[in-house]
Every structure is written in structure tokens, then in C-alpha cells.
């Protein structure tokens, strides 16, 4: 069983960062993608930054290109989200999640494992 617990949430003014993290325990196959995903109430959840092969591969949504930044330390069992120039836009609930099978990477139905979610507001 994998559990993911997200942690890093919080309001912080338009172009401020903020860094989110999930520590993943259980066993996820190195080869497989941990996910950031984001979903507000009026909207479907995207995903917007991905981390595969054992913290090697890097992916990004255009929403978030150039700005964000997912990285992997396998030694402590976490992945980071590095939010940097925030935008009012940004505002969601962010959940890690996890997959033990390949697909697009941003595809939500590929992933079985969920956090509970960290709350970001960016406001002006």
C-alpha cells in the first residue's frame, strides 16, 4: 500500500513561492511517475508537474513552465513542488499521487494512490 501525505500549503501575495512536499512511503516502482495535481471548484483537476524515473525525468503543464520546479530526493522518500512568481491563478488544492503503470503522465485515471491535499491561495 502506498500513503502520501502532503505538506507545505499556505497564502502567500501574487510572485511569492511557496514549496510543497510529499513524502511517499509503500513501494513505488523507481521507474513510475509521482504527480502534482491541482483542482479548484470550478475546475477539473489538472496536473501540472510530474517526476519519473526515479527523480529523472521532470515533466511540467504549460500553465506552470518556467515557474515551477518538481524534484525527488529517493533518499528521504519525497518529492518537492518549488512554486515560484505565484499567481492568483495558482489557487487549488494540490495532491500528490501516485501509479504503478505508465499512460500520459497527466492523465488522472492512470493514478491509484492520492494525498489528502495541501491548500495554496495566492492573493493579491
Known amino acids: 500500500q502506498v500513503q502520501l501525505v502532503e505538506s507545505g500549503g499556505g497564502s502567500v501575495q501574487a510572485g511569492g513561492s511557496l514549496r510543497l512536499s510529499c513524502i511517499v512511503s509503500?513501494?513505488?516502482?523507481?521507474?513510475?511517475?509521482i504527480t502534482w495535481f491541482r483542482q479548484t471548484p470550478a475546475k477539473e483537476r489538472e496536473g501540472v508537474a510530474a517526476?519519473?524515473?526515479?527523480?529523472?525525468?521532470?515533466y511540467y503543464s504549460d500553465s506552470v513552465k518556467g515557474r515551477f520546479t518538481v524534484s525527488r530526493d529517493n533518499a528521504e522518500n519525497t518529492v518537492y513542488l518549488q512554486m515560484n512568481s505565484l499567481r492568483i491563478e495558482d489557487s487549488a488544492m494540490y495532491y500528490c499521487?501516485?501509479?504503478?503503470?505508465?499512460?500520459?503522465?497527466?492523465?488522472?485515471?492512470?493514478?491509484?494512490?492520492w494525498g489528502q491535499g495541501t491548500q495554496v491561495t495566492v492573493s493579491s
Open positions: 499521487a501516485a501509479r504503478t503503470r505508465g499512460g500520459y503522465v497527466f492523465t488522472e485515471s492512470t493514478y491509484v494512490y
Open positions: 509503500g513501494y513505488t516502482p523507481p521507474g513510475n511517475c
Open positions: 517526476i519519473c524515473n526515479a527523480g529523472r525525468t521532470p
